[in-house]
């Protein structure tokens, strides 16, 4: 018989008080599981890996306002780049790739954001190392589009299903009268393109109020660019098309915009949120990120290092308290041992006497109340990891539908690794004073009492 | 010899700081395989004596030679260590860990010696003792008179030289004072053990041949159990 089985005999004595104690530090380790992954998902899911652009081009404003309005699709844009700044992109030999992206609108049904864009944006992964998966077509019509996995599964919308947009957001009241077809369902990626309508940029631009009115086009142009790259004649031309247009829509009762949609959208009254880009080297992003510091009209941003901001900022500081508290929890909970322990100890005089009688030495003792001690924390602390990542496993498909987030209930924080090691030292803290007083008993005054 | 006291002097101290003697043993020898009763009355030092024997308490001064050793040159890792491997037990009160089944209690016997026992042994000795069908039954679900027969079956795991029994009925009915009795005795002669018994029952003294007055030979007469 080992000193661990007669250490667990005694513990199954006491088995409430035991059962209570390792509870207690069962739940505190439960909840510093639940901060240590809740935040290494969160921290993953908005990390390097979470994006596959090396930057995100934008108008002037906050960096992290456009990163996390056109990437995590939260909050309002910054504002608008003129379209001619896109085709300009297009030329420059630094970049690879870049993807126009315009953002505005939302579902009738569930209010997912729309965005616009073309068919490069699927043919880049929404990750490094991992592609879209598109069950259906990509754009062939304007008025075609293709769903993230959320929208598919919150909406139930399937392949050919029609729908409207709100214009402006979730708080406007005004429905716009095109209707967008699905042909397309991502696969789920656990980013925010799963609750994300992707629609054709064209037929983006065709919706009523999406184009801007010439003059102000023609004006934005000229504080961007300074100058604008039509002439008086093409502008004249261009406004006239919009009085017909205007002119043709009331006289249909304003809600038939099918003449609307017979042509093409200038360029000219066409503007973007944001433009995604991967350059052929990381050296040229860099230098395109140092360019847009030096007050050039755009901003070229680093998508990971706003959020690495964030992170560290305050993310980083929550989790730092959050740590702290569990870590209180858990020292609380090891008071509880102490104080179990502690408080059986006048009740087992005699038992500790006998086993001295038995020949047990006074270390030998100690070692079983130490044991003890021991065996609680470390049970205490297998259950918490369990009880965390099970709760984690339990709620994944959950957060994935309301957050969006890609929830992997294996995700083992490296500080989780630690925390035997600080159980033991708990452990054997919290055991000592006890252990102690095993160590110190008078055999024949336990005897005989 | 299997044990032998020599000029074995023991006090304790009192509250007001004097010297209160307990002990004060000339001589006291017990052969191998001897069995003796050692009878006293309440606070002659019977208890104490056996805690001398045993190791638990050092006494003042005088050695305590047991198989040709004497313990009272041992420090104290040694007495704990030459206790589990010589000596058994047999306490007034059973003494049996609530926690234990009578196996387990018998397995904890031997398991601070250096050869533990395992437990077909230890389930072997309850048999001896007739409690093969109370094996894995806790103290509280035994009778008085089964726990003490699960005491003795503990003592015995080491297979020590010398068994200490400390008033040994004094807890169990008539009917099962002269089984215990019987059932220590028979197990020390088939083991070839030495066996010490202390008690203040002459009923219990009369069915031993040898039987010692404590107070004969304890020349402090202190009033101490």
Redesign the interface.
């Known amino acids: 018989?080992n000193l661990f089985t007669?250490a667990y005999?005694?513990i199954?004595?006491r088995a409430l008080a035991s059962s209570l104690t390792c509870l207690s530090v069962s739940l505190g380790v439960m909840l510093m599981v639940i901060v240590l992954s809740g935040f290494a998902i969160v921290e993953k899911n908005f990390s390097q890996n979470s994006i596959n652009y090396d930057l995100i081009v934008g108008p002037k404003g906050s960096s992290l306002q456009l990163i996390l309005n056109t990437v995590y699709r939260i909050g309002d844009p910054v504002g608008n780049l003129p379209y001619r700044f896109y085709r300009e992109m297009q030329d420059d030999p630094r970049i690879k790739v870049s993807v126009p992206i315009a953002l505005g609108d939302v579902t009738e049904e569930g209010s997912f954001k729309i965005v616009g864009t073309t068919t490069e944006y699927f043919k880049i992964g929404y990750a490094p190392g991992r592609s879209f998966k598109v069950a259906g077509k990509s754009f062939g019509t304007a008025f075609d589009a293709i769903i993230g996995s959320q929208v598919a599964y919150q909406n139930g919308w399937e392949i050919g299903h029609k729908f409207k947009l709100v214009h402006g957001g979730a708080e406007s009241d005004h429905v716009h009268d095109e209707e967008f077809t699905v042909i397309g369902i991502l696969a789920p990626t656990g980013t925010a393109n799963d609750k994300t309508v992707f629609v054709n940029l064209e037929g983006f631009y065709l919706i009523a109020g999406h184009d801007k009115p010439v003059r102000e086009a023609v004006k934005q142009e000229i504080e961007f660019f300074g100058n604008t790259s039509l002439t008086e004649e093409q502008i004249a031309k261009i406004e006239k098309a919009e009085i017909e247009e205007a002119e043709a829509h009331s006289a249909e009762g304003g809600h038939d915009h099918a003449h609307h949609h017979a042509h093409e959208t200038p360029e000219i009254k066409k503007d973007l949120t944001a433009i995604f880009v991967q350059t052929h080297k990381p050296i040229q992003a860099a230098l395109l990120e140092g360019q847009s510091r030096r007050g050039y009209r755009a901003q070229y941003v680093n998508p990971i290092r706003p959020i690495s901001r964030l992170m560290n900022n305050i993310v980083g500081n929550i989790r730092t308290v959050m740590f702290m508290m569990t870590s209180l929890i858990i020292i609380v909970s090891g008071v509880g041992i102490f104080v179990s322990i502690y408080n059986s100890m006048s009740d087992r005089k005699?038992?500790i006497a006998?086993?001295?009688?038995?020949?047990?030495?006074?270390?030998?003792v100690f070692s079983i109340i130490l044991a003890e001690s021991v065996l609680l924390c470390l049970t205490g602390g297998v259950l918490g990891i369990l009880m965390g990542h099970g709760l984690i496993y339990a709620s994944a498909p959950y957060i994935e539908r309301s957050a969006g987030i890609l929830v992997d209930p294996l995700t083992i924080e490296p500080l989780e690794f630690i925390l035997f090691p600080v159980l033991m030292v708990l452990a054997t803290l919290v055991g000592f004073i006890p252990g102690m007083t095993a160590y110190r008993t008078d055999?024949?005054d336990a005897?005989?009492g | 010899m299997s044990l032998s006291l020599k000029n074995i002097q023991k006090s304790y101290r009192e509250p007001s700081g004097n010297r209160l003697p307990v002990l004060d043993i000339a001589s006291y020898e017990l052969e191998r395989g001897e069995q003796a009763v050692l009878l006293g009355s309440s606070g002659g030092g019977k208890?104490?004596v056996l805690?001398v024997i045993?190791g638990?308490?050092a006494p003042d001064s005088g050695s305590v030679t047991i198989d040709g050793i004497d313990i009272t040159k041992l420090h104290?890792?040694g007495r704990?260590?030459f206790?589990?491997?010589k000596?058994g037990?047999v306490?007034q009160t059973f003494?049996l860990?609530?926690?234990?089944s009578a196996v387990?209690n018998v397995?904890?016997?031997s398991?601070?010696?250096n050869r533990?026992i395992n437990r077909q042994e230890a389930a072997s000795l309850l048999k001896s003792v007739g409690l093969d069908h109370r094996l894995d039954h806790k103290p509280g679900q035994m009778s008085v008179g089964e726990q003490q027969r699960v005491a003795v079956a503990?003592a015995l795991a080491?297979r020590p030289v010398l068994l200490l029994a400390d008033e040994p009925t004094a807890n169990v009915d008539q009917s099962n004072q002269d089984g215990i009795l019987k059932l220590i005795r028979e197990a020390c002669v088939e083991h070839e053990i030495s066996l010490m018994l202390v008690t203040h029952s002459q009923e219990v003294a009369d069915q031993f041949d040898r039987v010692d007055q404590l107070s004969e030979f304890n020349r402090a007469g202190a009033t101490t159990?």
């Open positions: 018989m007669i005999k005694s199954r004595q005699k038992e006998v086993m001295r009688a038995l020949g047990a030495r006074r270390q030998t055999v024949a005897l005989a | 208890t104490t805690n045993s638990i308490t104290e890792v704990d260590r206790r589990a491997a000596i037990f306490f003494n860990l609530p926690a234990f387990e397995l904890l016997g398991t601070f010696a533990a503990r080491n159990s």
